[in-house]
Structures are given as structure tokens and as C-alpha cells.
């Protein structure tokens, strides 16, 4: 079960500070890392809500996050439509999206859950991409972006736009912890530890699986939808399998189930990234095999491992303490 | 072209269609039947095998050295893939072992690109197997006949395998019961191994019979690996009848889609599989009643 | 309370459950007995929802529910403990209890934030958790309890759903003579008003605790009677042949 540890606090705030310090601080450069980091720790966050809490490991997150981007992305750049109906309009859409998914594959568990999201996702990228209207594999440029000029804050700004993306990101991990720690939450740890007891409790499991799945989707669409205002421009990319993939070592290195484990893995990925991106354009390559590692080498993840020890320790103390 | 020709044709294309899936998701399926795992990286053993052909080929000139080097070559990268990483994952459970072959798509994308290219290479079609053959009084290209063929005498192999062999009885009861068959004394991991081997061999024997059809691409990993997931799931996992099941509705489904219903095409085989997960999420033809 | 008319249960040529009826009244404590594969726990999947029944029907508080799923007969006021222990392994006794407790009261889909920790999760927690004796133990990891608090718990995670008709299957199941005593006094203590039906392997407790008794064997109801009468028929007698003296 979820608790706002201290630990959490302290390392959601440290990473959120540094990208501040970062964003501020460094040129444009630094502020598309930052961007890039928020944006991949909001997906990351979505994608352990629903694995680390309620035991549903999803592939199709990368493509929620591109169905969010194009539902913004299309209604801007094609009708034109006012950016925050858009923005709207990306995050029901993607809930609603993710609710289908939830509902359909509520009764199946473990590897079926696995094959089938792949290809749901994969479906949205299909549908995307041989859509005319959609501009196909051409994808479509001119999507606006949100204007806050009237509480004097321009996006067009990268400064200020790496600081929503940021905002964003606090938003996202406020939103999910807010969520695993009311009773909702508390029932789907339940359903992760003992789905059948939970049934057999009094409660429609694939209701509350696909309500899971809705709110999941909504996080995972609000990143897509941020980055599509940051590109302005939206093609099939957005919703590609190896972006689900990405998602999933973020939240296996960082930690799954921890929610904190997620923003430290998202910013030891995007860093990591550009180190290596220095050498090689073969990022796929080691993608896969940081997630083989992480997940030979155990599950508890980063934070997960320092969580671990830190309240090893704590107990070992207060142990100590009641022998003296 | 006259309608009836038309409908043979695309029949025939459907049939080929269906062949092609059926050698993917044998290996799948029986690997899930033994060991309650799916090779996620399957996609990329078919890419693979289309590769290691276009290359043998390239070097003998001779397509029937690929035919028959590329599930060879195929099987070799297969068992370094399970001895080295699969293998070890077993203690900790289904899960991680798929998560784990997720990763090796990505890695395996890559090298391809890297030793390969990322443009697209072709075979050329054996001298033999050019041209047309005629059959219900239309002519349809003789490679993919020849595809068809080949599926149909896989498929009759295996079945007369499962149900005649003594290794095909050992199989059928591990899958119905893996406990009981080992305590009778039945090397399950033995036999886990050479299952593993035949699916990787079927992989790229499918991948390098495709490479003159489709030429090979690094897309073709993760394209294939979508229609052969949802053959398995709809066929029900474990059941060799359900992957000759779900492979024909699955190529028939693809084929006459595109020509009936063009704008639905990509999408029916997703419906079908959102169909099959709501109302018989065990597949049509389990392989545990 | 509950009427099971004519239940049964086939699977395949295989009866597993023969035209089974009882009835219980409400505040009645009925246990079930019978030897190993009677087809008690069949029964039980039966009245739960697990299983579907080939024919028959099972009327709940006056409510057909033969066919109704798991969930909705658990609103409706139906708990069960398992023979095999069926936890929310990695919580805490506290964090399991109060998951029964919040699913049964149907808040499970409130978003605000700690609703499982509102002081009505509470009393019942701190309730239930003296009904089984599980007080000292709240704050404990399943996985560090001994095996006797988990059957313990077993039996909470189906009290604290406050149910009306409550199943147990062997709840001293792998237990030590203590534990059954224990058990014994847990049993007397819950409010007269719940009705129950045990499944219960140890004849002590299951005389002691029983206002009637049915005997399944072989899918089929074979004696249906007070304790007393139980002890003096013939017919149980031959079920458990030898073994009926030790009693």
C-alpha cells in the first residue's frame, strides 16, 4: 500500500528542485532535457500507478501518451479549437481510452494483460498512422500551445515552458498518490495483492480495474498532451511501442510500486541518454538492455533499494532503541 | 480477372497469409503450454531468419542454402537467447521472463540495424519456384504456392508428431499437466529445450521463406509479433490445434478485410481479439479444459 | 436465511454435488460434516458464487442468487473464510482488515484521500480484531504472523466484512489443540443474530459449537439432525466407520 513517506517527499522535491535549478540555469539545451525528463517521469508515473499498485503491467502506455498528443495536437493545428478545451478534451480522451482497454482486458491476467495491451496500443499506432486525415506518416504540424499570457506568463518562452512541464510532473505524482492513498487506491493494492479475496469481499474487480485504467490514462494523456505543445507537431513517433518500452524501464529502474521510483529513474534515463547519444545513435540497443538487467537483477529498482535500506535502518534503531 | 478467379485469389493469399502466422505461433503457443511464457522476442527470430537468408543467399547464391541455413542460423541465436538470459530468469516467474524478451526485441532491432542496414533487402525467388502455377483455373505465383505447401506439411508434420511419437505424448501431457508429467519421470526441461528449438527454427523458416515475398525490414519484427499474439490468444494458448485455428481466421480476416472492408482492415483483427478476451478469454480452442 | 433447493453440480459425467437442500433460520449455526471429497467445500463454492450450479437454487434473505456472481452475493451479505489461507499477503493485519471492511461498506471507489482510515474503518478494525484476538497483532505483517493469527485473520477478513451469512471452511484447519479452543470461544462469542455454516473437521468443536448438523457424503445430503441425534445415527456412524468413537 501506498504511504507518503519522507523519504518520497524528499526525493520527489530534490528531483523537482534540480530541474528548476537546471532549466534555470542552463540554455535551451538543458531546458529540452528538463522537458524531455518531466514529460518521460509523467508517463513513468502513470504507468507505476497502475503496475506497482494494482499489479497491471501495461504496454500500451506510449501509445495513451500519443493518443493524448494527437487529440490535442489534431484539434488545435486542424479546428483550431482553444488550447485548454483541447487539453480537455486529450485527458477524457485518453481516460476513456484507457477505461476500454481496462474493461476488455479486466478478466485476463498476467502475460494475456502483457500481449494484449501491446496490441491495443499497437492498434492506435495503426490507426494513426493510415489515417489521411490525421496526416498519416506525414503527421501534423501547427498545435498550439496554452496561453497563460494574461497571468503575464509567456510558454513560448522554453524557460517557462520547461517550468509547466515541470509543474506538470509535480501535478502528475500529487495527482497519483493523492489517488493510491484514498480508499480507491487502498482497493486496488488490494486487487494486486489478492484479486480473487477482493471479489469475493463484495467487489466488481473489473469495474475497478478499468476506473484504474481511465485515471492511468488520463496522467499518461496530460504527457502526451504537454508534449505535443512542446514540438508543435504531432506524427505517428508519439505513439510507438519502444515509448512503452521506455516507460518501463524508467519505472523497473527507478522502482516499481514506489511512485517516487519513477521521477529518479526518468531523470537517470533522459541523463543517460544524452551521454550515450554522444557516441552512438543505437539508444534502442541499450534501452533494451537496461531493462533486461534491471530486471534480472531484482525488482526493487533504485529508490526502491534505497527506500529499503533507509527503513532497514530506521527499524533496526528503534529495535536497538527498545533494547537499551 | 473474373469475380470467381478474384475470391480464389485472395483465398489463396489469405491461405499464404495464414501459413506464415501458423509457423510464428506454433513455438509461441507450445512454449506457453509448457512453461506459461511468452517469447515476446519471437517477432524478432522470424526477422532474423529473413536476414541470416537474404545474407547466405547473397554469399552462395543459392536460395535453398538460406532455406535451409536460416532456421539453422535462427536456432543457434535462439538457444544462446535461452541458455544465456531466459534460462536464468526462470525463478522469478512468467513475468519477468516476458519483460525480459520484451528487452531483447530492442536490442535485437538495433544489431540488425547495425549489421544490416535499416533499408529493406530481398531475396531473390529460386529459379524453380518462379513463374505461375495453375490451380481452380487460376495461376497464382508459384513461391506462394509453395509457401502454402510448406505450412501444410509443417502442420500435418506436427500433428502426426503430437499424436503418433512418443515425444508428441510426453508433450501433450506436459502441457496438460507439467507436475504430474515430471514426477512420472518425464524431463520437462529436456523437453522445454527442444520445444524451444523447433520454435526457433519455425521462426526463421518463416522469416526466410517470407524474405523474397516481403523483403526483410527492421519493422517486420514488431508487424509480425502483433498478428501472431493475437493468433495465440484467440486460438487459446497451448493448443497446437488452436494456432492452425487462429492463424487461418487471423490470415483470412487480414486478407479479405483489406478487400471488403478497406477501411476497417487494420482494425478488425484488434476487434476480434477485444472479442475473444470478453467472451472466451481462454481462446477458442484451449489447451486445458 | 438460506434455502438450497435440489443443488447440483455436475462436472462433465462427474457429480460432484447431488440434489443438495438444507435451510437455515436466521441466528442458526449449522455445521457440515462429512469425510474427505464429501464435496462440503463444493458446496460452499456453490453458495458463494465460485461455482455455478447445473440446477437447483439458493435463495439468499429471500433473494434468488443461484446465478448471481461472487461480488453481488457478497453484498448481499455473504462472507466466507477459506480452508486454505487467502490473504492479502505483504499488508498488515490492520491494512487486511480494513480492506474487507471498506469493500464490504462499498466505498471502495471514494477518492478522498485516507477515507480507509476514518474512524468508522476503525471501530471496526479494532473490533474484529478482538473478536478474533488479533489486538496486539494489528500493526504486524501477515508474513511475520504466525500460522495460527493467520487463520485467525482468515476468519476476521470475513467477520469485518459484517456479514449476515457467514461460511466457514475449517477454520482450525492445520491448528494446534489450543488454537481449536480458542476458536471455540471465538465461535460462542459472535452475536447470535449471524447466521454461519461450518465446515469443521474437529468433532469437539463442531458438536460444540452446532445448533443442527447436515452430513454430506459423496455430493449428497445423508443425515440432517441436532447434534445429539448426529451422534446416535448409525448411518453417520458408517461414514466415518472406526474413526466416529474418537469423538
Known amino acids: 500500500m501506498f504511504y507518503q513517506t519522507s523519504i518520497k517527499t524528499v526525493c520527489v522535491a530534490a528531483v523537482t528542485f534540480g530541474l528548476i535549478a537546471y532549466a534555470m540555469l542552463g540554455g535551451y539545451f538543458a531546458r529540452e532535457i528538463v522537458i524531455e525528463i518531466a514529460l518521460l517521469a509523467m508517463l513513468a508515473i502513470a504507468l507505476d500507478f497502475l503496475a506497482g499498485y494494482g499489479g497491471m503491467i501495461s504496454l500500451c502506455h506510449g501509445a495513451i501518451y500519443g493518443v493524448g498528443a494527437y487529440i490535442f495536437g489534431a484539434t488545435t493545428a486542424l479546428s483550431g479549437t482553444d488550447p485548454w478545451l483541447a487539453a480537455l478534451a486529450a485527458i477524457a480522451g485518453t481516460a476513456l481510452f484507457g477505461w476500454i482497454v481496462g474493461a476488455i482486458t479486466a478478466n485476463v491476467g498476467g502475460i494475456f494483460f502483457i500481449m494484449a495491451t501491446l496490441a491495443f496500443g499497437q492498434m492506435a499506432y495503426v490507426i494513426v498512422f493510415e489515417s489521411r486525415a490525421l496526416g498519416g506518416d506525414d503527421g501534423l504540424a501547427g498545435v498550439g500551445r496554452f496561453d497563460l499570457s494574461a497571468v503575464g506568463v509567456n510558454l513560448n518562452d522554453s524557460l517557462q515552458f520547461a517550468l509547466l512541464c515541470v509543474a506538470g510532473m509535480l501535478l502528475a505524482y500529487m495527482v497519483a498518490a493523492t489517488v493510491l492513498r484514498s480508499s480507491f487506491g487502498r482497493t486496488l493494492s488490494g486487487i494486486h495483492a489478492n484479486e480473487d479475496r477482493m471479489q469475493a469481499l463484495g467487489l466488481s474487480v473489473r469495474t475497478h480495474k478499468a476506473n484504474a485504467f481511465a485515471i492511468s490514462g488520463a496522467i499518461a494523456g496530460a504527457a502526451g498532451m504537454l508534449a505535443a505543445q512542446h514540438t508543435q507537431y504531432i506524427s505517428p513517433e508519439y505513439l510507438v511501442w519502444t515509448l512503452s518500452g521506455e516507460a518501463l524501464v524508467v519505472v523497473i529502474l527507478g522502482g516499481i510500486g514506489t511512485l517516487a521510483g519513477p521521477v529518479v529513474g526518468a531523470a537517470l534515463l533522459v541523463t543517460l541518454e544524452h551521454f550515450i547519444g554522444g557516441y552512438t545513435d543505437r539508444w534502442h540497443m541499450f534501452i533494451g538492455a537496461i531493462l533486461i538487467v534491471a530486471v534480472m537483477a531484482g525488482r526493487r529498482g533504485l529508490f526502491g533499494e534505497i527506500e529499503h535500506r533507509l527503513s532497514r535502518r530506521s527499524e533496526t534503531k528503534t529495535e536497538a532503541g527498545i533494547h537499551a | 480477372m473474373s469475380g470467381t478467379e478474384f475470391w480464389a485469389t485472395q483465398f489463396l493469399n489469405g491461405l499464404q497469409l495464414s501459413m506464415l502466422l501458423f509457423l510464428l505461433s506454433v513455438g509461441l503457443t507450445i512454449i506457453f503450454g509448457l512453461m506459461h511464457f511468452v517469447n515476446l522476442a519471437h517477432g524478432a527470430l522470424y526477422m532474423l531468419g529473413a536476414y541470416i537468408g537474404v545474407s547466405i543467399a ?59 542496414g535499416s533499408i529493406a533487402l530481398g531475396i531473390p525467388t529460386p529459379e524453380i519456384l518462379q513463374g505461375q502455377v495453375s490451380i481452380f483455373g487460376i495461376s497464382y505465383p508459384a513461391y506462394r504456392m509453395f509457401i502454402i505447401a510448406l505450412g501444410l506439411a509443417v502442420m500435418a508434420g506436427l500433428s502426426l508428431m503430437l499424436a503418433r511419437t512418443s515425444y508428441g505424448a510426453m508433450l501433450r501431457a506436459s502441457v496438460e499437466n507439467g507436475e504430474m508429467a515430471s514426477a512420472m519421470g518425464i524431463d520437462v526441461e529436456k523437453l522445454l529445450f527442444s520445444v524451444f528449438c523447433v520454435g526457433c527454427a519455425l521462426a526463421g523458416l518463416a522469416g526466410v521463406v517470407a524474405a523474397p515475398v516481403f523483403s526483410a525490414t527492421p519493422a517486420m519484427a514488431t508487424d509480425i509479433l502483433i498478428p501472431t499474439l493475437i493468433v495465440v490468444v484467440i486460438g487459446g494458448l497451448g493448443s497446437l490445434t488452436g494456432a492452425i485455428v487462429g492463424s487461418l481466421i487471423v490470415g483470412f480476416i487480414q486478407t479479405f478485410g483489406a478487400v471488403l472492408l478497406p477501411s476497417f482492415s487494420s482494425i478488425l483483427v484488434y476487434i476480434l481479439l477485444a472479442g475473444t478476451l470478453i467472451i472466451r478469454p481462454e481462446g477458442l480452442v484451449p489447451a486445458r479444459k | 436465511m438460506l434455502e438450497v433447493r435440489n443443488l447440483c453440480k455436475n462436472f462433465g459425467g462427474l457429480a460432484v454435488a447431488k440434489n443438495i437442500s438444507l435451510s437455515l433460520k436466521k441466528g442458526e449455526r449449522r455445521v457440515v460434516l462429512g469425510p474427505n471429497g464429501a464435496g462440503k467445500t463444493t458446496l460452499f463454492n456453490l453458495l458463494a458464487g465460485t461455482l455455478t450450479p447445473t440446477s437447483g437454487s439458493i435463495i439468499l434473505g429471500g433473494r434468488n442468487i443461484t446465478r448471481a456472481p461472487v461480488e453481488k452475493r457478497a453484498r448481499l451479505g455473504l462472507a466466507r473464510s477459506y480452508q486454505k489461507n487467502n490473504l492479502f499477503e505483504g499488508l498488515t493485519v490492520r491494512e487486511n482488515l480494513g480492506l474487507a471492511a471498506t469493500t464490504a461498506s462499498g466505498r471502495t471507489a471514494s477518492l478522498r484521500c485516507c477515507a480507509h482510515d476514518g474512524a468508522e474503518m476503525q471501530d471496526i478494525i479494532a473490533e474484529v480484531a478482538e473478536q478474533v484476538g488479533l489486538s496486539d497483532s494489528l500493526d504486524k505483517p501477515v508474513s511475520s504472523c504466525p500460522y495460527g493469527n493467520r487463520r485467525q485473520l482468515e476468519v476476521g477478513l470475513a467477520l469485518a466484512a459484517r456479514p449476515k451469512l457467514l461460511l466457514m471452511d475449517e477454520p482450525t484447519s492445520g491448528v494446534g489443540p489450543n488454537m481449536i479452543d480458542a476458536f471455540d470461544k471465538l465461535i460462542h462469542a459472535l452475536p447470535r443474530d449471524l447466521t454461519m455454516l461450518i465446515i469443521e473437521h474437529d468433532f469437539d468443536l463442531g458438536f460444540n459449537v452446532a445448533d443442527s448438523i447436515t452430513v454430506l457424503n459423496y455430493g449428497e445430503v445423508v443425515f440432517e439432525g441436532s447434534p445429539e441425534a448426529t451422534r446416535q445415527s448409525r448411518e453417520v456412524k458408517e461414514i466415518y466407520l472406526g474413526d466416529w468413537n474418537h469423538a
Open chain 2, 58 to 116: 547473397m554469399w552462395t547464391d543459392n536460395y535453398w542454402a538460406a532455406f535451409f541455413g536460416a532456421p539453422i542460423g535462427v536456432t543457434i541465436i535462439g538457444i544462446a537467447l535461452y541458455t544465456g538470459v531466459i534460462k536464468r530468469m526462470r525463478k522469478e516467474g512468467p513475468m519477468s521472463q516476458v519483460l525480459v524478451t520484451f528487452g531483447l526485441i530492442f536490442v535485437i532491432v538495433d544489431l540488425v540495424r547495425i549489421v544490416w
